[in-house]
């Protein structure tokens, strides 16, 4: 048995991106993240954005969907554009969202994420962008 105590998280050479705007939402997902041994940053999609996620790395990107006006779908097509067309973007949407996951996945998204969702979805998510 693993002498691993549970307030030490497992390290994963992996770095995750979360653009959300919502205080309580950053801080709830970046605590799981970093609980499962991601790193994590966090961004808000104001201005000057694209920088900060180009010059950390990430090998993914969370991204809200409701982000206020159109948000989510700029952020994605920024990422797309400025950034990679490769680069796994996972989308939270809320389950009651209009349009839908075809739309998010067209504007670009590789998988969405309904909210609420459960830790085990969320990772299951991570676990197949990851390759």
């Given amino acids: 048995m693993s002498k691993r105590s549970r ?7 992996f770095r995750i991106a979360v653009i959300e ?6 801080y709830s997902i970046k605590f799981v993240l970093q609980s499962l041994g991601y790193e994590v940053l966090s961004l808000s999609a104001a201005p000057g954005y694209l920088p900060r ?3 950390f790395s990430p090998q993914l990107v969370i991204v ?3 982000i206020p006006g159109d948000g989510g779908y700029r952020v994605i097509e920024e990422i797309r554009s400025h950034v990679s067309r490769k680069l796994p973007v996972l989308a939270i949407t809320a389950a009651a969202m ?12 590789s ?11 969320l990772q299951n998510k991570l676990k197949k962008l990851e390759k």
């Fill in 21 to 26: 705007e919502t205080a309580d939402n950053i």
């Fill in 111 to 121: 998988d969405t994420l309904a909210k609420p969702y459960a830790i085990a979805e």
């Fill in 7 to 13: 307030s030490q998280p497992l390290k994963i050479d």
């Fill in 53 to 55: 996620l180009r010059q």
């Fill in 98 to 109: 209009t349009g839908g996951e075809e739309d998010v996945l067209e504007a670009g998204a």
């Fill in 64 to 66: 809200d969907m409701m």
